[in-house]
Each structure stands twice: as C-alpha cells, then as structure tokens.
C-alpha cells in the first residue's frame, strides 16, 4: 500500500490500484523470464512506471553502478505489506560494454509485512528471497544510497533472469 506519510509503515487507507499495479508489474516481469514464455515480456523498467505516474519516484534514477539502476521511493510504498527502500533495474540500456547483463528487478524491503506471502510470491515465480547484504546489487546500491540505510535489517526479492533459470 501506498501512503502520504513521512514514515515507511503501510497506511491501510492508502490507495491501493498503485501499489497492485506495481505488484502486477515486478509479477509480469519475472513471468516474461520463465523458460516457457514468449520474448516480448516487459522490460525491467517498465515496473517503475506506476510508481513514476504516481508521483512515488521521479523521472530519473537516483543512483547508477554499472548495468543496474536505483530508485528510493520518495513516500512510503510497500511490497506485499513489506516496506520497500529501493527498486533496482538492471538491463542493457545502450551498446554492449560487458558480460554480465542479468535483465530483471530487485526490491530491497524492509521486513514487516506478511513474509509468508512473499516467500510464497519468490517461490512461484522462482525469485531468490534473502538478506540484501547477500545480493551485490542490493548492497552496492545501499552502500552509495542517501539517505543511509542499515543494509543488515533489509531483505532482498530479486527477481531477474539468471535466478528464475537457474
């Protein structure tokens, strides 16, 4: 859910067509990735696009490191009923510079919500759930973040295409 506040706890009366649009986009995306889905599934940014018409983040990314890309939501968002603290993209966006590519999404969450309904969110759609100390991605884009988050509270959904077919 989404609130107005100033704090990163979910408001029950907040609006809730942005944050299930949001949702319906990270689910999207990983079920593009799937051995058995076609090619023309949406791309990683593409889940930035509710959170962007409504005003959550901006037009542009606050952070970059290599493929991937950041945003900190600017009012509170939650995943899930889990606070989230960033959204990372990654995907090629111009000429082939590397090898390491891994087209997808991670959301950095601060526990607090149902974690079985996560879990089972990870689970079916063959995401890796864990401390978002254990995901580069994750710690890199904390680690250069402001305002400075404590990494070791957070959780990390990474949803990209190496993990769900692995």
Sequence with gaps: MISGGGTAAADPSAPVPVAHAFETAVRDLARSYAPDASL???RPDEVLRPLREAGLVGRSF?????YFYWVQPRRPLSFLGNPVELVIT??????????????GVTLVLRAGGDRAAL?????????????????????TALERSRPKVNAAELIALECHFGDINS
């Design 119 to 139: 879990q089972q969110f990870a689970d079916d759609l063959h995401c890796r759930l864990g401390p978002a100390l254990n995901d580069s991605r994750s710690a």
């Design 90 to 103: 990654e995907e090629k966006r111009g000429a082939f510079i590397g090898c390491c590519v891994d087209d």
């Design 40 to 42: 023309s599934g949406p």
């Design 62 to 66: 606050d952070g970059t490191f290599d």
